[in-house]
């Protein structure tokens, strides 16, 4: 079974900086497409950014030009930089991978990691 483990969600004040991390195991992570999701109360889970087993990234306009996505293949990990953030962003932040072609849909990730709660003060 592929696992996903997440971490480096907390309190950032806005305009501030958070990293979050997804380090999977299970198999080489060259393996997945991987797509970063958020999920805010009362809302549905939401597409904000992934990156190919490629290297092909994309970012929903909301986060564009703030948010970066990353690997480290020695690492077996995939990185969500974000930056500039707004009190917008606090949401519960989900990694996700896909063995398949996967991109900004939530029902095409078949594995996900248990998600870090990131929340921006004004």
């Known amino acids: 079974q592929v696992q996903l483990v997440e971490s480096g969600g907390g309190l950032v004040q806005a305009g501030g900086s958070l990293r979050l991390s997804c380090e999977v195991s299970?198999?080489?992570?060259?393996?997945?497409?991987m797509g970063w999701f958020r999920q805010a109360p009362g809302k549905e889970r939401a597409f904000v950014g992934f990156?190919?087993?490629?290297?092909?990234?994309l970012y929903a306009d909301s986060v564009k030009g703030r948010f970066t996505t990353s690997k480290d293949s020695a690492k077996n990990t995939v990185y969500l930089q974000m930056n500039s953030l707004k009190p917008e962003d606090t949401a519960v932040y989900y990694c996700?991978?896909?063995?398949?072609?996967?991109?900004?849909?939530?029902?095409?990730?078949?594995?996900w990691g248990q998600g870090t709660q990131v929340t921006v003060s004004s």
């Open positions: 996700a991978a896909s063995s398949a072609y996967a991109r900004s849909r939530v029902e095409e990730y078949a594995y």
């Open positions: 299970g198999r080489t992570f060259s393996f997945y497409d």
């Open positions: 990156i190919t087993r490629g290297g092909y990234s």
